[in-house]
């Protein structure tokens, strides 16, 4: 079974900026525990980052991760995001991407599982309505991705692999 991991890094992995020496740009810090549970993640599935983080940052991050297969990006702008009354600012960017990887074969998964700090209702009736099995997981900003929340995928991606 192929999975989709979709990836919040602001509120979910919370990485804490640290200067990285000469030049512009802080060089991403991620906790061991908080890098050993994406790991976890990225064995589950491809992980696809829904972030507005700048390219750089997140490339740095991905360096750190070392993660088995290189990361989507699903392209967020600031000026994408649903300004509006949606509960779920990154649902509107992140639906067209998933409908444009579809449109171009590129979409081989069989199963979603979303992970960020910003859901809505939604986002639950747009994981109803997708044509794979979603999970929705919602960290709190506060404590961003645990164990808790791995483990969740894990009993997803088993539930899903004994259908």
């Known amino acids: 079974m192929k999975l989709l991991i979709l990836l919040g890094i602001e509120g979910v992995l919370i990485p804490a900026a640290r200067e990285a020496g000469p030049g512009p740009a802080p060089e991403p810090a991620l906790s061991d525990t908080r890098a050993a549970l994406v790991a976890r993640l990225g064995a589950l599935g491809r992980i696809a980052w829904v972030s507005t983080w700048p390219a750089e940052q997140t490339h740095r991050l991905e360096k750190r991760l070392q993660l088995p297969a290189?990361?989507?990006?699903?392209p967020l702008l600031s000026g994408t995001l649903?300004?509006?009354?949606?509960?779920?600012p990154k649902l509107r960017p992140v639906s067209r991407w998933l409908a444009r990887m579809e449109v171009q074969g590129e979409a081989d998964w069989d199963a979603v599982v979303w992970i960020d700090d910003m859901f809505g209702a939604d986002a639950g009736e747009w994981a109803h309505r997708y044509g794979r099995p979603v999970l929705l997981?919602?960290?709190?900003?506060a404590q961003g991705l645990t164990e808790v929340h791995v483990v969740a995928v894990e009993v997803f991606v088993a539930g899903i692999a004994g259908d």
């Open 82 to 88: 649903d300004a509006t009354d949606a509960a779920t």
């Open 137 to 141: 997981e919602k960290p709190t900003p």
């Open 70 to 74: 290189a990361p989507f990006r699903v």
